[in-house]
T-cell receptor, first 118, second 112 residues
């Protein structure tokens, strides 16, 4: 079975600081994708960043980057120059499948509540 | 482009009542799925569909039914609501061969 674990239920940092959210996963699959989703108070699920397991290079999206350690099954999210608008729940998620099928299911971690303080 | 539309946004049910949560997407996505979100547990898959006429169970299917008669719609039916079904429900869709899901805005359901 595929599992995703986020060990930090809550985190809090000052505006402009850098923060790293942790995520570990367990799978025997070879072809999989990892995601970080942001859920602000509006409840909307917003894709922040994704990483293909076959790519060695870590994904980056502006102030968001990941540290993907495949052997350790670790997938952390780094937010640089944090902003008040980054305050949200962050979910790590995992999906797998052959390339032609694409993602049929997502498995989520428990979430990390991140607060950016002014 | 509306994306994934869920209705209603809020609902209160009495124990034993039935209802249908609606989900529609206008992106011609083959895959659709329903998740429930409970505090401290993330999102868990209820049912999913890989195309019209094809559905399958996820991690927590008991008490819920689905059908997919068209590509666009994927309703979730609660047969006899129970307080344990109090949750936030999300519908999501994706293209076959793509690894990105688009989520609806969610339905907050309270069963009293």
């Amino acid at each position: 079975a595929q599992t995703v674990t986020q060990s930090q239920p809550e985190m809090s940092v000052q505006e402009a600081e850098t923060v790293t959210l942790s995520c570990t996963y367990d799978t025997s699959e070879n072809n999989y994708y990892l995601f970080w989703y942001k859920q602000p108070p509006s409840r909307q699920m917003i894709l922040v960043i994704r990483q293909e397991a076959y790519k060695q290079q870590n994904a980056t999206e502006n102030r968001f980057s990941v540290n993907f350690q495949k052997a350790a099954k670790s997938f952390s999210l780094k937010i640089s120059d944090s902003q008040l608008g980054d305050t949200a729940m962050y979910f790590c998620a995992f999906t797998w499948g052959v390339l032609i099928q694409g993602a049929q299911k997502l498995v989520f971690g428990q979430g990390t509540r991140l607060t950016i303080n002014p | 482009n509306a994306g994934v539309t869920q209705t209603p946004k809020f609902q209160v049910l009495k124990t034993g009542q039935s209802m249908t949560l609606q989900c529609a997407q206008d992106m011609n996505h083959e895959y659709m799925s329903w998740y429930r979100q409970d505090p401290g547990m993330g999102l868990r898959l209820i049912h999913y569909s890989v195309g019209a006429g094809i559905t399958d169970q996820g991690e927590v299917p008991n008490g819920y039914n689905v059908s997919r008669s068209t590509t666009e719609d994927f309703p979730l039916r609660l047969l006899s609501a129970a307080p344990s079904q109090t949750s936030v429900y999300f519908c999501a869709s994706s293209h076959r061969g793509n690894y990105g899901y688009t989520f609806g805005s969610g339905t907050r359901l309270t069963v009293v």
